[in-house]
């Protein structure tokens, strides 16, 4: 079956040393502590519950290298270019060992390619499309009082971490037909190449005939489901002789 990951962390700051406040440059030999994950929530599409692991478990990074082996698509906001990246320099410091690649669906550059919201932060998006926020912080002072131990503050900032995840999959699901599929879920599944990519739908009817520039042709079709995809001529051709 496939499986989709949606997830998202948190980090603490970095704890330095430096001279005055304002702009300057804080090097290497400033830094007393380094920056390090706080908890990565996750769930998986098709199930209601958002998952939880948080630094107080020493684990927290093998048990997550885990769940990301079981992922056919990790979804994340920014997913690529933090949340990810992040996870695997925590894993690459604890010598866990990770996949050579992972397919990761970015929501955040698949709104800057094909939209032109005002902004792509998650909460600007969220407001806008489906009239919800992501839970309240009350800024810094939260962060402060998580890296100082203090338990009640570590659950505010799990709580605003697995509601961003669920904001996540809800703005994932209304844009994902808006682009082709990441991953082909029908032949995944064992299915054909003209099912729908998406759903892996059998359903499915010619919407148009395109020709390429060269004379390639190629069959958009639509699934019950309501999604678009495209196929090859030689695809449409099996999908009429079983049809």
Known sequence: MFKRLFFDIETSLIKGYFWHLGKQVVGPEQVAEEAKIICIAYKWQHEKTVKVLDWTDPDMLAKFALILDEADEIVGHNGKNFDMKWVMWEMLKQRIPAFPTYKVVDTLAMMRRKFRAPSNRLNYLCKVLFGKEKTETGGLNLWYAVMDGNKPALRQMISYCKNDVLLLEELYLLIESYFPPSTHVAVLEGGKNWHCPYCAGTEVKLSKTR??????????????????????????TKFLEEN
């Open 211 to 236: 020709a390429s520039t060269v004379g390639t042709i190629r069959r958009q079709m639509q699934c019950k489901c309501g999604r678009y995809f495209t196929i090859s001529d030689s695809a449409y």
